[in-house]
């Protein structure tokens, strides 16, 4: 009996030998040995965790320092005898928390329907019969078969395998499929490297291949990279810091406030109860009730909005968290690029040829020193076009209004090239036939087939044809093809081609060389022996190109201030050619200290890599340990990092980074359960627009915040005032509750919801430590509020005597109210007039404003929500009054801005 599989350089033995170790054969296990085996190895999962319960993700919701303030202030208007005081509060608290509840259940539904299906089944042999079994009752020492599309269900050794890569970019970043062969390799090899395993989640792009199973579940090396993730422990978001900060100034500054004015009061020679009740009172009404649930909205908001630009986000303070990212550790292929492999350039011995046309659709033109032409024209480049359409085993077809490609990128490359040209793959095998073929390997380095077809005059033809790489296929080539004939291969014709193919290669483009061998009718068979005295047609030059608008997505990136780096597991020279494209690196800019492969980083201590951070730009050949230690040697620095990924060997970068983006196409379910976004179309331009969407959650969530300090701190003032001054008191406790939670909810509601202003990506990102009421917000509270208590007492002091004090508090009433109304407008822009904004660019605005004076009038002429709140009617000329007076802190408000836009208030200020 197997005892364990750990810890086993399966890779560096034999295939005898890995046989042997596994206690199997090539006919498979016993099922009651499999059986036996299930019980000892468990099932072949990978380990996840449980998800959370609909009720704890409601009890999460209630974390932030500021609901538990409110919470206390809760109990004590109830302790007080204010319980309708308490059931307000209570409603807002639990508005707040459904709120967070039904948006991140709403982004984990989103989720799901983006999760690639687990592979259900897979064939394995079962005393040497093939039997389709569930991929979780796999057992070490199962033997696998592989076809063509097979995702691989757990990691293997092969022990057969013909014309058989593999995608390993979930594991390893290669953008380009691995060969795979038999034989064992270095026990010290990178996992990239290991050609003799095939490994849980892959994909096998072509070929067939036999493997046993070396491990299950969480000892795959899947299993290894998501057990990593649980000793990651995931940081507070800024937001939360910041909310967590407000609500512990706010308990102090209410308990400071209370004390204030007990002691005003009892020194004046009030009672010391009734103080103490009416300095509770005013404390519990002095929090902004409706701050939490403001912030929910403006975040809920905030996700809908990015939800339509392709962003999911998973939970609400992330959405903010966007808005402070100063650097984005990209990847290369799938996000920066279109993971869809294109042929840009072809050449033949009379002509270099432009090809247009991006991805898998057969839609594009040929052009010759920039002009349109057509292969017809070119018997050589016709002739090579149809051999890239044969010479492959890979399809494209369209599929739901997208072109899909199967089999591997390179081929399918070739197949969409000659589809360009007129030659459709499977119209050509309608009247001809592929008679034998030499599959590709990575030994050999290119496929070759015998073909048969009627040339003109119904006269059958034989032709070998041959698609590689420039050198091996150099090497057989006598001939070069020109305008149709075949001459034979001169110096000056090899130096070209061999020029040709170093330009190309200087623009990261891979290079095939395509060539042919007319042969008799009576050539049945292929061997490598006939692979001589070739006839070179041409080159062709193909690359994974850069998606569109993304050159232009990273310079805005560099106007806002953020820095871009790429981490990719490609090569070198292909990682610098995309960067060069894009804009990550200039076009002639020198590569030293830009420019790393993960040999140069790994051995360095975590200091000397902070000093390589201060001009690194791309990190090519990266291990999932280096992503890892680049995204924490960023954050020491003091960066706000957002890190993207697809495969599970980013998961443990994007957990720790401080906002993990994972790729929803292409993105493996450990990436997406860790990342706290999730790109709908895995496009790197959607992360810019969700940085700019950040923005403008924080711009709202910080005016929105500024607005409801300012309105409350008004009303403390006003009460303190009034104590002073030996007033009565204008407001009244269950007043002032209103104010912070009808009054001040609309409009707070509807700063939430401020768009767009078009500067939000020409400003630097904001320190991660920035705090949320800036000394521009203090200075500006301290002057609205003086406005706001001279004016509400003034309206109180020419309203009292007339009509008893209900009538002189419901004129406070009246001119608090519009104070808080008039704040709003202006409290839309911290730097901007709202008469350059407009009044209604923001329709919610006005509503919210509009709501307002409605509600207001109800309980000031409805009778019996006058004697709840302790107000009377007033006439026309009252709230003309109130209006009038109350605008002042527009003007207050809009002078202040006036002088920081002519820079006479400092910027660090702001």
Request: glycine share 8%.
């Given at each position: 009996m197997l005892k364990t599989t750990n810890n086993r350089a399966w890779h560096a033995l034999s295939v005898d030998e890995v046989l042997l170790a596994l206690t199997s054969s090539a006919a498979g296990l016993s099922d009651?040995?499999?059986?036996?085996?299930?019980?000892?190895?468990?099932?072949?999962?990978?380990?996840?965790?449980?998800?959370?319960?609909?009720?704890?993700?409601?009890?999460?919701?209630?974390?932030?320092?500021?609901?538990w303030v409110l919470f206390v202030a809760a109990v004590i208007s109830l302790l007080a005898g204010h319980p309708l005081d308490a059931a307000a509060i209570g409603i807002i608290v639990l508005a707040n928390a459904l709120i967070g509840y039904a948006q991140e259940r709403k982004a984990e539904a989103a989720l799901s329907k983006l999760k690639a299906m687990v592979v259900p089944s897979v064939t394995v042999k079962r005393g040497d019969h093939a039997v389709r079994i569930e991929s979780s009752s796999l057992v070490p020492g199962d033997i696998v078969l592989i076809a063509q599309g097979d995702r691989i269900s757990a990691d293997l050794r092969l022990i057969n395998a013909r014309d058989l890569t593999i995608d390993e970019a979930a594991l390893t970043g290669e953008s380009l499929p691995a060969s795979k062969k038999l034989e064992a390799v270095s026990e010290r090899a990178a996992?990239?490297?290991?050609?003799?395993?095939?490994?849980?989640?892959?994909?096998?792009?072509?070929?067939?291949?036999?493997?046993?199973?070396?491990?299950?579940?969480?000892?795959t090396a899947f299993g290894q990279i998501a057990q990593s993730l649980s000793v990651i422990k995931r940081e507070k978001t800024p937001l939360e810091r910041r909310v967590d900060r407000l609500g512990g100034g706010l308990a102090v500054a209410a308990i400071a406030c209370a004390g204030l004015i007990f002691f005003i009061g009892v020194r004046q020679g009030l009672e010391p109860l009734e103080m103490f009740l009416v300095a509770v009172a005013m404390a519990v009404s002095s929090i902004p009730e409706g701050l939490p649930a403001v912030l929910a909205v403006v975040l809920a908001i905030g996700v809908q909005r990015m939800a339509r630009r392709n962003a999911i986000t998973r939970r609400l303070p992330a959405v903010e968290t966007l808005g402070t990212v100063d650097v984005i550790c990209t990847d290369k292929t799938g996000t920066l690029t279109e993971n869809q492999m294109t042929v840009r350039k072809a050449f033949t011995l009379t002509h270099e040829i432009e090809v247009t046309g991006e991805g898998w659709a057969p839609e594009g033109e040929f052009l010759i020193q920039g002009k349109k032409a057509s292969p017809a024209e070119h018997p050589s480049f016709l002739h090579l076009l149809r051999a890239a359409a044969l010479c492959n085993r890979a399809a494209v077809e369209r599929r739901d209004e997208r072109w899909i490609a199967s089999g591997d990128p390179t081929e399918a490359a070739l197949v969409v090239m000659a589809g360009k040209g007129g030659y459709e793959k499977n119209d050509l095998l309608r009247t001809e036939k592929t008679v034998d073929e030499i599959p590709f390997t990575s030994e050999r380095k290119y496929r070759a087939i015998l073909h048969e077809y009627v040339a003109p005059g119904d006269k059958p033809t034989r032709e070998i044809m041959i698609v590689g790489a420039f050198e091996p296929i150099l090497a057989m080539t006598d001939f070069v093809a020109e305008q149709g004939a075949?001459?034979?291969?001169?110096?000056?014709?090899?130096?070209?081609?061999?020029?040709?193919?170093?330009?190309?290669?200087?623009?990261?483009?891979?290079?095939?060389?395509?060539?042919?061998?007319?042969?008799?009718?009576?050539?049945?068979?292929?061997?490598?022996?006939?692979?001589?005295?070739?006839?070179?047609?041409?080159?062709?030059?193909?690359?994974?190109?850069?998606?569109?608008?993304?050159?232009?997505?990273?310079?805005?990136?560099?106007?806002?201030?953020?820095?871009?780096?790429?981490?990719?597991g490609d090569h070198r020279d292909t990682a610098v050619a995309i960067a060069r494209e894009v804009g990550i690196l200039d076009r002639d800019e020198d590569l030293a200290g830009k420019v790393f492969i993960d040999a140069e980083v790994a051995p360095v201590s975590d200091e000397a890599l902070r000093g390589i951070l201060a001009r690194a730009?791309?990190?090519?050949?990266?291990?999932?340990?280096?992503?890892?230690?680049?995204?924490?040697?960023?954050?020491?620095?003091?960066?706000?990092?957002?890190?993207?990924?697809?495969?599970?060997?980013?998961?443990?970068?994007?957990?720790?980074?401080?906002?993990?983006?994972?790729?929803?196409?292409?993105?493996?379910?450990?990436?997406?359960?860790?990342?706290?976004?999730?790109?709908?179309?895995?496009?790197?331009?959607?992360?810019?627009?969700?940085?700019?969407?950040?923005?403008?959650?924080?711009?709202?969530?910080?005016?929105?915040?500024?607005?409801?300090?300012?309105?409350?701190?008004?009303?403390?003032?006003?009460?303190?005032?009034?104590?002073?001054?030996?007033?009565?008191?204008?407001?009244?406790?269950?007043?002032?509750?209103?104010?912070?939670?009808?009054?001040?909810?609309?409009?707070?509601?509807?700063?939430?919801?401020?768009?767009?202003?078009?500067?939000?990506?020409?400003?630097?990102?904001?320190?991660?430590?920035?705090?949320?009421?800036?000394?521009?917000?203090?200075?500006?509270?301290?002057?609205?509020?003086?406005?706001?208590?001279?004016?509400?007492?003034?309206?109180?002091?020419?309203?009292?005597?007339?009509?008893?004090?209900?009538?002189?508090?419901?004129?406070?009433?009246?001119?608090?109210?519009?104070?808080?109304?008039?704040?709003?407008?202006?409290?839309?822009s911290a730097t901007e007039s709202v008469f350059t904004l407009g009044f209604r660019s923001n329709r919610w605005v006005p509503a919210g404003v509009a709501v307002s004076i409605a509600l207001a009038a109800l309980i000031i002429y409805v009778p019996a929500l006058q004697r709840v709140f302790g107000l009377s009617a007033v006439g026309w000329r009252e709230w003309g009054m109130a209006i009038l007076v109350s605008s002042s802190v527009l003007w207050c408000v809009e002078g202040w801005k006036l002088l920081i836009r002519r820079g006479m208030i400092p910027k660090r200020w702001l």
């Open positions: 009651d040995e499999a059986a036996a085996r299930l019980e000892t190895y468990g099932p072949n999962e990978l380990p996840a965790e449980p998800p959370a319960s609909k009720f704890l993700l409601f009890l999460k919701q209630f974390k932030s320092a500021l609901v996992i990239g490297d290991r050609s003799s395993m095939a490994f849980m989640g892959t994909l096998a792009v072509s070929g067939e291949g036999v493997g046993v199973v070396t491990a299950t579940g969480r000892a075949a001459h034979a291969m001169t110096p000056e014709m090899r130096a070209r081609l061999e020029a040709e193919t170093g330009k190309m290669a200087d623009g990261a483009l891979r290079v095939l060389a395509i060539a042919y061998k007319r042969v008799d009718v009576s050539h049945v068979e292929l061997h490598e022996k006939d692979l001589h005295g070739l006839t070179m047609l041409g080159l062709v030059g193909m690359i994974d190109p850069p998606r569109k608008d993304v050159r232009e997505a990273i310079l805005e990136c560099r106007r806002a201030g953020i820095r871009v780096i790429m981490n990719t730009a791309v990190f090519a050949r990266v291990s999932p340990q280096t992503k890892l230690r680049v995204v924490k040697a960023l954050q020491d620095l003091g960066h706000t990092v957002a890190m993207t990924g697809d495969g599970i060997n980013d998961a443990p970068s994007l957990k720790r980074a401080d906002i993990g983006v994972a790729m929803g196409i292409t993105g493996t379910d450990v990436t997406k359960e860790v990342a706290e976004m999730v790109l709908a179309d895995d496009n790197f331009v959607s992360i810019v627009a969700a940085v700019e969407e950040g923005r403008i959650v924080y711009r709202n969530v910080k005016q929105t915040v500024s607005y409801l300090v300012m309105t409350n701190v008004g009303e403390v003032v006003t009460i303190l005032a009034a104590l002073v001054l030996a007033l009565p008191i204008p407001l009244l406790p269950a007043q002032i509750l209103w104010l912070n939670l009808v009054t001040d909810g609309f409009t707070g509601v509807a700063l939430a919801a401020e768009r767009r202003h078009g500067d939000e990506l020409a400003n630097p990102p904001r320190r991660k430590n920035e705090r949320m009421l800036s000394r521009s917000v203090f200075i500006l509270t301290a002057l609205a509020a003086a406005l706001m208590a001279a004016g509400t007492l003034l309206m109180f002091r020419w309203a009292d005597g007339r009509d008893g004090e209900t009538y002189a508090r419901t004129v406070a009433f009246l001119a608090m109210t519009f104070f808080q109304l008039w704040n709003v407008f202006s409290l839309r």
